[in-house]
Each structure stands twice: as structure tokens, then as C-alpha cells.
């Protein structure tokens, strides 16, 4: 059984605490020293295929959705994903906000996403509220023909859309910010990134933030994968899983060797990583 590093750390934040080998934490659940070559290849192509599948292709909740079909294709940003925060929270988590758009930009390649200081130049916008005024925010700014009683009912969430044959185009974030640092960051992490693409959650994933029965909390590695998969430039929006399983294995092949450069330069690694 894979030690819970591999499945729970943040991607920067934890796998080299030392100049080339990090031990585990102390936690009974692994003894060897964690490499680079363990992280890389922690797992097999044949699990990140199956990720990118249950996550990539459909969608949590299709109600209310004219084309069904249009889910059964692949769907992204095509141009720079350009983000403007709103922050309406007594707390303004906005700094956690724009330092985790930097570590994506820095690390998933193909993908171009920063904050931006006006909503008029922003596709996706990333509203920060209490719980008092998350059902309110979301009916205020969103169309009033979406159903939106399914996103209402959720700890935190995101609508995205776009034309056929254009990716998304668009995307809203809804994070409740008043509930815990650790709520906050998970539902920021979770909802940012669905947004970017993975928009199912598959409860055969235990070793990604996709799914709510699973314990990961942080952006992990497994996470990563999918994302640099799915921003991999041979996978092209609109792709069906036929078109697209060819121009995976070297997709993935790609991602772990940009990974080792990421985790050898350790440009991105907080000194205070843990697990959470």
C-alpha cells in the first residue's frame, strides 16, 4: 500500500524537505526515504489514464444541460486563463488565492493562469464569501434561467461554459472562507481546478482531491498528473476518450519528466511543507 505522502502532500509543498531525499513523516506508514524516482513514478500509466477518464469526461451533475452529449468530449481553456478575485468574506484569503494560481502557472505545463486586477479582462472569476452570503452570492451572479439549487446545496462550487467546439470559456468559483483554514483550502483547491477541466468526481480515486470520500486535502501529485495531462498540447478540446487514449502514454511520459525538473529545482517548496 502507497505510504499517504504520495497521496495527500501538496505537490510543492512537501515531497524534498532535504537536498535530495525526504524522509516520510513519522506516522508508522512508510520507512524508506522518499526520492525522486518515487515520486515520479508513484504511479503506474494504466492509474493516471484511469484518472484522467473518471474525471475529464462527464460531469457531477448534468441537470438542466441541453446537450447531455457534450460531456463525452475533451474540454478546457484554450488561451491564457485569466482569474479576478472577489473577495466578500470578513477574512480576505485572497493572497492563498493568487499564490496557488502562481504555483500552477509555475508547474503544470501548457497552462496559463494568473490573477488579474479587473473583471472586464477575467474569464474566471473566484468569489470569496461567509456562509451567510454563499446562497445569495450565487443567485446574484449567475443567470437567473440556470438551476442553480444544486450548486446552493454544496460546501463550495464553480459553473463553467463555453461554446461548442470553443473549451470553456468561462468559469465562476464560489469558496466559503469563514469555515476553516483547512475547508477553505480544500474547497479552493478542489473548485479552481475542476475548473480548469476535471469537472467529475469519481470515488474510485482515492488518491485525488476529485473525490469527497477520499482524504486528500492538498493539490497532490496524482492531481497534477491529470491536470498536466489534460493541458498536454496533443490533447485538444473536443477530443472523444477514443481520439484522445493514443496521445496519452506520451503525455504522461512528458509530465513525469517535467515533474523531476519541478521537484529538483526546488524553487517552489515551501521550507514549512507538511502533509494536510
Given amino acids: ?4 505522502v504520495y497521496l495527500v502532500v501538496a505537490l510543492l509543498a512537501a515531497l524534498l524537505a532535504a537536498p535530495a531525499v525526504a524522509q516520510a513523516p513519522d506516522d508508522g506508514a512508510a520507512s524508506e526515504p522518499l526520492t525522486i524516482a518515487r515520486v515520479v513514478n508513484a504511479f503506474s500509466d494504466a492509474e ?5 477518464l473518471g474525471t475529464v469526461f462527464g460531469a457531477e451533475v448534468m441537470r438542466g444541460n441541453p446537450d447531455p452529449d ?6 478546457k481553456f484554450t488561451g491564457p486563463v485569466k482569474v479576478y478575485i472577489v473577495n466578500k468574506a470578513e477574512r480576505d484569503e485572497s493572497r492563498q488565492v493568487v499564490e496557488f494560481l502562481r504555483i500552477l502557472n509555475q508547474t503544470v505545463h501548457g497552462l496559463s493562469i494568473r490573477a488579474v486586477k479587473s473583471e472586464d479582462q477575467a474569464n474566471m472569476i473566484v468569489f470569496l464569501v461567509d456562509r451567510a452570503w454563499y446562497r445569495k452570492t450565487i443567485r446574484e451572479t449567475l443567470p437567473d ?3 442553480t439549487s444544486f450548486l446552493r446545496s454544496n460546501d463550495c ?5 463555453g461554446r461548442r ?3 470553456l470559456e468561462r468559469a465562476f468559483v464560489y469558496i466559503v472562507a469563514n469555515e476553516g483554514r483547512r475547508n477553505f483550502r480544500h474547497c479552493m483547491i478542489e473548485e479552481i481546478t475542476q475548473s480548469l477541466g476535471p469537472v467529475n468526481d469519481d470515488v474510485n480515486l ?7 470520500r477520499s482524504d486528500v486535502q492538498g493539490f497532490s501529485v496524482f492531481d497534477w498528473f491529470i491536470l498536466s495531462m489534460l493541458y498536454d498540447r496533443r490533447v485538444k478540446t473536443g477530443m472523444t476518450v477514443d481520439e484522445v487514449l493514443p496521445v496519452l502514454p506520451a503525455a504522461i511520459k512528458d509530465a513525469r519528466r517535467r515533474l523531476g525538473g519541478v521537484l529538483k529545482s526546488r524553487k517552489l517548496i515551501s521550507p514549512n511543507a507538511s502533509a494536510r
Avoid: E, Q, W
Avoid at 500500500?1 to 499517504?4: A, D, G, I, L
Avoid at 462550487?157 to 461554459?161: D, L
Avoid at 482515492?206 to 469527497?212: G, K, L
Fill in 165 to 167: 467546439g470553443r473549451g
Fill in 157 to 161: 462550487s464553480a459553473v463553467t461554459g
Fill in 1 to 4: 500500500m502507497r505510504s499517504p
Fill in 206 to 212: 482515492s488518491h485525488s482531491i476529485y473525490n469527497d
Fill in 145 to 147: 434561467d440556470l438551476d
Fill in 70 to 75: 457534450s460531456y463525452a468530449t475533451v474540454k
Fill in 48 to 52: 493516471l489514464i484511469r484518472g484522467f
